[in-house]
């Protein structure tokens, strides 16, 4: 344990990422505090901004400084983009998007002046969007966007930003996430064909440790880069992206995650 404590603020820190990096910044001699939907500190949905901003003021109160914000809460939807509700597509901004943003906004203010970070967790699909998980996709490429923009906006002070772009992981993000399978004439059986889960597609996904053991070592560098992408196949797929026109890279995708069927 290192003799001078850290205060790390991680949102969705009650199950997945979140949770196992909360368990391994406390092992490490951290203070540690959650807001999440069951968050044991702050048990609060980050899409409601005044609760947040509220639980932000109560922890500048009882433990001074933020020395690291951690973005993890968040949620996926699947379905076509033509057949999902105004209001639940509407909620995936507002959990996933807004969320972030608004724990940026309201940390930065309490953050250590003299040396902090704010470590934005995206996801792949920010880079190489997802057919049927369009809307998920895009509210992670905005997060994605967002943290480069407050990088920017910051690089005259010592508070540090990246964003993480983690690849499919074994958590319970599948199994949470909100699956609309409702279809028609122009999709047929590909919607559920593509999204739904198996026993083959999440034996691919990478180890829920491996994933929070490189999380945990971009949190801990001295240096923060503007993006991270955590997968070696992501990394790869990260490198074509940069080779390949998105013409190219949308074509092989679609051969991937949209299995026409029915």
């Known amino acids: 344990m290192r003799i001078e404590k850290r205060t790390i603020v991680i949102t969705g820190a009650s199950s997945g990422l979140g949770k196992g990096l909360k368990e391994m910044f406390e092992k490490k001699g951290d203070v540690v505090i959650d807001i999440s939907l069951d968050g044991k500190d702050y048990a609060i949905d980050v899409a409601d901004h005044k609760k ?38 509407k909620k995936q901004f507002d959990v996933n ?24 967790i995206a996801s792949a699909t920010a880079l190489f969007p997802v057919p ?79 994933a929070i053991k490189k999380i945990l070592q971009v949190c801990e560098k001295k240096k923060l880069k503007p993006r ?10 990260n490198f074509f992206k940069k080779l390949f026109s998105d013409a190219v890279i949308t074509q092989v995708s679609t051969k991937k995650f949209n299995k026409k069927e029915g």
């Open 97 to 120: 998007f807004f969320g972030t943003a608004n724990a940026c906004k309201y940390a930065i203010p309490m953050m250590n002046p003299k040396s902090s970070k704010i470590v934005v």
């Open 228 to 237: 991270y992408v955590i997968g070696k196949q992501y990394k790869l797929f």
């Open 132 to 210: 049927f998980r369009t809307y998920y996709s895009a509210s992670k490429a905005a997060v994605d966007s967002f943290a480069h923009g407050l990088r920017m906006e910051l690089a005259h002070t010592n508070i540090q930003v990246t964003s993480i772009c983690p690849g499919d992981v074994r958590t319970n993000f599948t199994e949470n996430r909100v699956k609309v399978y409702d279809t028609n004439e122009r999709y047929g059986k590909s919607i559920e064909t593509s999204t739904k889960p198996t026993v083959k597609s999440e034996k691919r996904r990478m180890p829920q440790q491996y």
């Open 52 to 89: 947040l901003k509220a639980a932000f003021d109560e922890i500048y109160l009882n433990h001074g400084e933020i020395d690291m914000l951690i973005t993890s809460a968040g949620y996926g939807i699947s379905g076509a983009v033509e057949l999902l509700g105004e209001q639940a597509t």
